[in-house]
């Protein structure tokens, strides 16, 4: 009662406030309207001001400039007496100055009006005052002497004052014009009122929007008195139960909608009939009508509940389980006024019921049949209460009852201490499936056998029962073992069992933490096998292999037992010797030279290697890894330079001639990018004509800051870095340019010679590419091309085989430097050469050398006799011409004959020869 007096007496007071809110609006609109109105007057009539002065001053301007204009002239031509030239020329500046404010006073005001014109107007003004200095110029050439002198002046200022003129009275008429219409469109906006004030639009919207607030209120309260009438039907009509009401007589007054659709009947159907003859419940056991609630209600007055297992019998005779309370509903002076029943449907609660037995039934066959161990253990004493036969199995027992009250951890076994682990501690206040534990186990089985299980550990806590650990294990012996296997490759070398890089780089870690803290030193040792290549190519990789495995095994009887041998692919070996001084670390690597290099019996094959070792120590050479490693491979780069078969301790001089050769690689990568390299020609005349039959190409590298660096400082290292292909094209493809520029030029026999490096027959099939795409870009015939190689580029088979496919391609062979390697005779017989080259270590004491004489005459012998051409390279003196020419020899080449030159000194040199 209290609530709904408060409620109208709220209601009264918010419709005063609209009514109030309403009539403040009204006032408030009307005193904005007129505000606005008096604003936008004022401003028309101050616009309407401000044009019509606009058009006095271009009036004015007007006047004032004729005036000017005017004045010009009396100066000019009355101004011959000087006192009569100053008055004029007083008015002149006098008339200007005032055009020039009145004009820039226009542009200004045109520009505030924001005019079409406006722009030209400030042009005009700044043209004006521009004509100034031209009339000041104009009138240093008057002559008061001359009267003729005026029109001269006049003639200077080439008519600009006109011509302003007649701009400015366009620009008046067309503002005058503006002037007068907007002046009548000023009239006819007079009574226009749209003119919208920050605070009056504030207010006016303050007060909008708390009218619509008082409306809400006032709907909301109008709500509240509707649903305090329907809150009790609605409650009812919400809830899953079914209700029936009936009165002090058991006769039926309310039935929510949940109630009539189990009964089938509607309200009206219902309603008024006696509770007995509505709702008919009999006893499932006994099959017999059931006690009548209401009828208890009212003669006990007490609240009574249905007899278990009580059917509803509907209208079509099929029976609904239910289950249902009765309660007497009481009046003013405790009189019994009715009875509320609330009852519901029991059919799906019995359906759940026997889902869930049968999901028991078959858990239990699941957990029994099943092959992956089951166990539940009491938390936190880990003690098995009940397991499945799999897990009986994998422990080793006959039967699952026997592990009852043991613990699981009794049968771990840890894979390295073999000692029992614990299981994982959840700790206090877990929560269901809140802690998972998962691991793999070894277990030692009642047989005695080991045998490895993923063990997966699940924590499950309700607050009816003690928390439970269910634990699930799955055989992966089968897995483990695959796994330990493939563990095992990924830390040692497939072919000889010992420690690969990833390892090796774990125990250097190890050995850097356990010197540091016992501060001593250890040793790396890096071995590469000299010519290793060589022997797998020519014996084949089975021999290679076992050729591997045999060097390993000596390695292993040199070292000690705390030391590591690791192997890092292809034919390279580090070893880490910990604890060790460098003058044992120097007797030891000497030992180890000593050991390679003694003979190895591999397939009935007597094998000699012999190693190149680089050695760095810990801490002087570096302190990781990375750095030691690369120290040991400069000094193992050193011994390969120095001839190999050595060892050779680390020092800073190799790391900074290391240094400079990358840089100087990578100004080599550089160079092939920016074209910085060019061919040299060196001629090779004919000793019987000495006329030019061929030369030789040779690379120059012009250097931006080295300046020209010659091909024996760049080539070996073009060979390391694999960049010698890339060289090796352009220059095959530079000498076959010039060739075609040759032949342009008439000198059709002229033949060019360049050098194949041994790695570019190594890989013969590139080589091979790169000759047929040049030969075929250029038109040149292959007879015109030589390659000139080495004795040293074709001591494998590989090689040889790609010199003789380039042969048969109708590139010419000459044997280079020959005399200097151990096989030249067998080379002969391998391959059809055209030339062969006697080395310039022969020819430059030949004369003086008896034994170098013979050797020179029995070369030349030979190559006769086979029919080659002989080419003697390094001649410098005429009296070494005439001998060589006495032996038989074709070609000669040096200084002689000609320094290696560039392209447009040799082309001069040949044009030179042929006339």
């Known amino acids: 009662m209290k609530k709904s007096v408060q409620r109208t007496l709220e209601t009264r007071f918010l419709i005063g406030w609209i009514l109030a809110a309403w009539v403040l609006s009204f006032f408030l609109w009307a005193y904005w309207w007129f505000e606005s109105n008096q604003s936008h007057l004022n401003h028309v009539r101050q616009r309407a001001a401000h044009l019509q002065y606009l058009e006095e001053v271009l009036s004015d301007s007007r006047i004032t400039f004729a005036h000017q204009i005017q004045e010009w002239k009396d100066l000019l031509l009355r101004g011959t007496d000087p006192r009569a030239f100053e008055h004029y020329l007083e008015g002149f500046e006098t008339q200007h100055n005032q055009a020039q404010m009145l004009l820039d006073q226009a542009g200004h005001l045109a520009l505030q009006e924001k005019l079409g014109n406006s722009q030209d107007l400030l042009h005009l003004a700044d043209e004006h005052r521009a004509l100034y200095p031209i009339y000041k110029r104009a009138l240093s050439y008057y002559n008061s002497n001359n009267p003729l002198s005026y029109a001269k002046v006049d003639a200077l200022v080439h008519g600009l004052d006109r011509h302003l003129q007649g701009r400015l009275a366009i620009n008046a008429d067309l503002i005058t014009h503006y002037v007068s219409s907007e002046t009548r469109n000023l009239g006819l906006t007079e009574s226009l009122v749209v003119t919208f004030d920050q605070p009056y639009r504030i207010a006016l919207i303050t007060l909008q929007l708390l009218v619509v607030a008082a409306f809400l209120r006032l709907y909301w309260l109008m709500e509240q008195e509707d649903k305090a009438g329907k809150r009790a039907s609605v409650i009812m009509e919400s809830i899953g139960d079914c209700v029936i009401v009936t009165d002090e007589k058991g006769h039926v007054e309310f039935v929510n909608h949940p109630a009539m659709h189990l009964l089938g009947q509607s309200h009206d159907q219902l309603q008024g009939k006696p509770f007995k003859t509505v709702f008919p419940i009999f006893n499932a056991t006994t099959g017999l009508p059931a006690v009548d609630p209401v009828e208890r209600v009212l003669k006990e007055k007490r609240v009574v509940e249905l007899e278990n297992h009580t059917l509803l019998r509907h209208r079509d005779g099929h029976d609904t389980p239910i289950e249902d309370s009765a309660a007497p509903m009481f009046g003013s002076g405790q009189q019994l006024t009715g009875v509320v029943l609330v009852f519901h449907d029991m059919t799906r609660r019995y359906q759940l019921l026997q889902q869930l037995r049968e999901e028991r039934e078959l858990f239990q066959s699941l957990f029994n049949q099943s092959s992956i161990g089951i166990a539940y253990c009491s938390f936190p004493e880990e003690k098995i209460q009940i397991c499945n036969a799999a897990l009986g199995q994998m422990i080793g027992v006959s039967s699952p009852e026997r592990l009852q009250g043991r613990k699981l951890v009794e049968f771990m076994v840890h894979p390295y201490t073999r000692t029992a682990p614990s299981l994982p501690d959840f700790g206090p206040g877990a929560s269901l499936l809140h802690a998972n534990s998962s691991r793999e186990v070894l277990v030692l089985n009642g047989l005695g056998q ?106 292993k009887g040199i070292i000690r037992n705390e030391d590591t041998i690791a192997r890092f692919g292809g034919d390279e070996f580090v070893i880490l010797l910990n604890d060790i001084t460098t003058p044992e670390v120097e007797s030891l ?206 001591m494998n088979d590989a090689s040889v085989h790609t010199a003789r496919l380039i042969s048969e391609m109708g590139v010419r062979i000459s044997l280079d430097d020959f005399g200097t390697g151990y096989s030249s005779l067998s080379l002969l017989q391998k391959l059809p050469f055209s030339a062969l080259k006697i080395d310039r270590s022969f020819v430059s004491g030949f004369r003086d050398n008896p034994t170098d004489n013979t050797l020179v005459k029995a070369v030349i012998s030979i190559g006769l006799d086979l029919s080659l051409e002989i080419v003697a390279e390094g001649i410098e003196q005429e009296e070494q011409a005439r001998v060589l020419e006495s032996y038989g020899c074709h070609l000669g080449q040096g200084y002689l004959f000609g320094r290696p030159m560039p392209v447009s000194e040799f082309l001069l040199l040949l044009a030179q020869e042929t006339l």
């Open 450 to 555: 080991q045998h490895w299980y993923h063990q997966t550990d699940t924590l499950i806590v309700s607050e009816e029962k003690p928390p439970t650990l269910v634990s699930l294990w799955i055989d992966i012996h089968e897995r483990k073992q695959a796994q330990n296997k493939l563990e095992y490759f990924a830390y040692y070398d497939a072919l000889t069992g010992l420690a690969n890089r990833t390892l090796l780089k774990d125990r250097v870690d190890q050995a850097i933490a356990l010197a540091l803290r016992k501060s001593w030193s250890f040793a790396l040792l890096l071995i590469d096998l000299d010519n290793f290549k060589s022997i797998n190519d020519t014996q084949g990789h089975p021999v290679g292999d076992r050729l591997l495995q045999a060097i390993s095994f000596r390695l």
């Open 589 to 794: 690597a000497k030992k180890l030279c000593t050991t390679l290099m003694q003979c190895i019996s591999v397939d009935d094959n007597e094998l000699f290697i012999t190693p190149s070792v680089g050695i760095s120590v810990f801490p002087s050479h570096g302190n990781d890894f990375d750095s030691l490693l690369r120290r040991a491979d400069m000094a193992m780069y050193h011994v390969k330079s120095s001839g190999k078969a050595s060892y050779r301790l680390f020092s800073t001089p190799m790391e900074d001639q290391r240094s400079e050769e990358y840089v100087l690689e990578m100004d080599l990568r550089h160079a092939l990018k920016e074209g910085e390299f060019e061919l040299y020609f060196q001629p090779k005349v004919s000793l019987s004509g000495r006329r030019i039959r061929s030369a030789e190409a040779l690379i120059r590298w012009n250097h931006p800051q080295r300046g020209q660096i010659l091909p024996n400082d760049f080539i070996p290292l073009a060979e390391r870095s694999e960049l010698i292909d890339l060289i090796g094209e352009w220059v095959i493809h530079q000498t076959c340019r010039f060739l075609h520029q040759c032949r342009r030029r008439g000198f059709n026999q002229l033949q060019l010679s360049f050098n194949a490096s041994p790695r570019q027959l190594m890989r013969g099939p590139l080589l091979i590419e790169h000759l047929h795409r040049a030969l075929e870009i250029f038109e040149i015939p292959a007879h015109a091309l030589i390659m000139e190689i080495t004795e040293t580029a074709l």
